[in-house]
């Protein structure tokens, strides 16, 4: 593997930068963390930190890359938007790197072309496990377009897949399948590099393999039981209605810009139009509109790294001072179609809503049961005061004799009916807290 130069220091942390402020200056816009799951993550890392343990069965790697951020920051909330920035430059370093052989801008355009897409922002807003798990994808990438050694491109892919069956099941999916194309398209490679690829894939299409076989019998734990979500997949993958084209406005460019990779690698037939050629494919079959909507959005938004290996390649091609027209062409197409979800991007409550939360220990004493039938509240409760209450979202049994349990709603959404009996101690301008009657 090519040992980076010192003239290329300053553009390999110019991407990291210039990612990082990027996605805080999206993500600060709000001083709470962002999305329905977001609270979640907070949930995870409280429990990981205090208790050893994460508090629900999940993929377990990607906890353990943002706990040092939850960690070392007074403010948790930032603590985990500065992991979201760090982890999207770091995955944007890797990118350029990669593509930096092909040219400067080629390795820009990788980089950028990932950070600033919607559907990389989507993913940071609501699904960070997904997100962070990226960071392997853009490692196996970089190893396909660079590695050297065979044996060493075999441990290293094997590593990265590893880690990303650890960290997020669509991840994994994705790079299952890509690692099987680019081992199908590395026969049409001319160069003598073409062993070396078919190293780098094989490793990590049997790596994943292995595993997917270890998760669906003897040890499901190891990916936090994620493989639920895929039989899930498997038995109905037309669940939630169908995607279909008219519903997509992004699926006629999902499908050029595939098949421009696709044309590129029967074109040139080299190592690199190989990784474009699987890319490609790939992109078009995350979008294919025959699968069930529920499943479309979440596949669609692993286009985030389908994106950059045909990208870069493409600016490469161009000749001369047309380079950075193509690179400004692509980062403008990219900018406009994300500025209308960056509006749209912002936590699941709003600030009213949270400071009227944090003040639940007011009228709850400690260790009491809190009924929350909302997931939105409950996540944001749980975050906040988990550690001195039991937070429940199913209906709860009368309370026992000493006692005490609180139903928590969003004021104008009350159920159907409070129980008789039951005394509202709290009418905020978003949140009632009641108190069940005891026995």
């Given amino acids: 593997m090519p040992i980076v130069s010192r003239s290329e220091l300053p553009y390999l942390l110019a991407s990291f930068l210039l990612a990082c402020a990027i996605l805080l200056a999206i993500y600060t816009r709000y001083p709470i963390v962002y999305g329905i799951d977001g609270p979640y993550y907070l949930i995870q890392l409280r429990s990981l930190s205090s208790e050893g343990a994460i508090k629900y069965p999940d993929p377990p790697l990607t906890y353990y890359l943002l706990l040092p951020f939850y960690l070392l920051s007074p403010d948790k909330n930032l603590g985990l938007k500065l992991a979201v920035a760090f982890y999207g430059g770091l995955t944007s370093l890797l990118l350029y790197a990669a593509f930096r052989r092909v040219s400067r801008f080629s390795g820009l355009t990788a980089a950028l072309s990932f950070v600033i897409s919607p559907y990389t922002l989507r993913l940071a807003n609501d699904f960070l496990k997904n997100y962070v798990s990226l960071l392997f994808l853009a490692a ?46 590395s026969y049409i490679v001319k160069s003598g590099s073409a062993r070396i690829l078919r190293c780098c894939s094989a490793g990590a299409a049997a790596t994943s393999m292995i595993l997917l076989a270890i998760a669906m019998s003897a040890a499901p734990q190891i990916v936090g039981y994620d493989t639920v979500k895929l039989l899930s997949f498997i038995e109905n993958p037309f669940g939630g209605g169908r995607g279909l084209p008219s519903a997509r406005v992004d699926f006629p460019a999902s499908v050029l810009l595939g098949s421009a990779g696709l044309v590129y690698g029967i074109l040139r037939r080299s190592r690199l139009s190989a990784l474009a050629m699987a890319s490609g494919l790939t992109l ?32 490469g091609e161009v000749g001369g001072r047309a380079k950075l027209t193509a690179f400004l062409l692509i980062l403008g197409f990219m900018t406009m179609i994300s500025l209308p979800m960056v509006k749209a991007l912002k936590p699941s409550i709003s600030m009213g809503e949270y400071r009227e939360l944090q003040r639940i220990p007011e009228y709850a004493p400690s260790a009491s049961k809190l009924l929350i039938p909302g997931v939105r509240l409950r996540y944001w409760v749980e975050a906040l005061h988990g550690d001195r209450y039991e937070v429940l979202g199913k209906p709860l049994t009368p309370p026992s004799r000493g006692e005490s349990a609180y139903l928590i709603l969003e004021v104008g959404k009350p159920p159907r009916r409070i129980p008789r009996g ?16 005891g026995v």
């Avoid at 377009?145 to 669509?170: F, K, P, Q, W, Y």
């Avoid at 509109?289 to 790294?305: D, E, K, Q, T």
């Fill in 284 to 315: 078009i079959l995350l979008n294919l509109p025959i699968l069930g909507a529920s499943w479309l959005f979440r596949f669609s938004l692993m286009s985030s790294m389908m994106i950059p290996p045909i990208a870069a390649p493409l600016v």
């Fill in 422 to 437: 039951s005394e509202v101690v709290f009418r905020g301008e978003y949140v009632m807290i009641v108190k069940l009657p």
């Fill in 140 to 185: 196996f990438i970089h190893l396909a377009v660079n590695e050297e050694d065979c044996r060493r491109a075999v441990i290293l892919s094997s590593i990265a897949a590893a880690a990303a069956a650890l960290s997020h099941v669509l991840t994994y999916g994705v790079f299952a399948v890509l690692a099987l194309l680019l081992f199908a398209f």
